[in-house]
């Protein structure tokens, strides 16, 4: 098993930053990707960035690039989302996924194992 928790979430102005943090705790050596989803009310879930765990190979949505870098802390089993320049359509809970295999869409939900319990971003216009 794998946990994820999720921190950094907030109420901010459009145009700020915010950094999100994932911790993964538990079989963490096999986790091959991290990535991040978001969910806006009334929406589906969707891709934000992901990266994998050793490469440092990154993917990005368009909606989120050049704005968002994700990044890892292979010590701290931790990933991190710098969004920058947010905006007000930027706004909604943030999940954190991982799964062990590196086969698989980057960029589908369903392709992930493990999940946090999100964190809430909110940014006014």
């Known amino acids: 098993q794998v946990q994820l928790v999720e921190s950094g979430g907030g109420l901010v102005q459009a145009g700020d930053s915010l950094r999100l943090s994932c911790a993964a705790s538990?079989?963490?050596?096999?986790?091959?990707?991290m990535a991040w989803f978001r969910q806006a009310p009334g929406k589906e879930r969707e891709f934000v960035a992901a990266?994998?765990?050793?490469?440092?190979?990154?993917y990005y949505a368009d909606s989120v690039k050049g704005r968002f870098t994700i990044s890892r802390d292979n010590a701290k089993n931790t990933v991190y989302l710098q969004m920058n320049s947010l905006k007000p359509e930027d706004t909604a809970v943030y999940y954190c996924?991982?799964?062990?295999?590196?086969?698989?869409?980057?960029?589908?939900?369903?392709?992930?194992?493990?999940w946090g319990q999100g964190t809430q971003v909110t940014v006014s216009s």
């Open positions: 990266t994998t765990w050793s490469g440092g190979s990154t």
């Open positions: 538990g079989r963490t050596f096999r986790n091959y990707v």
């Open positions: 996924a991982t799964r062990a295999s590196r086969l698989g869409s980057y960029y589908y939900p369903g392709s992930y194992d493990y």
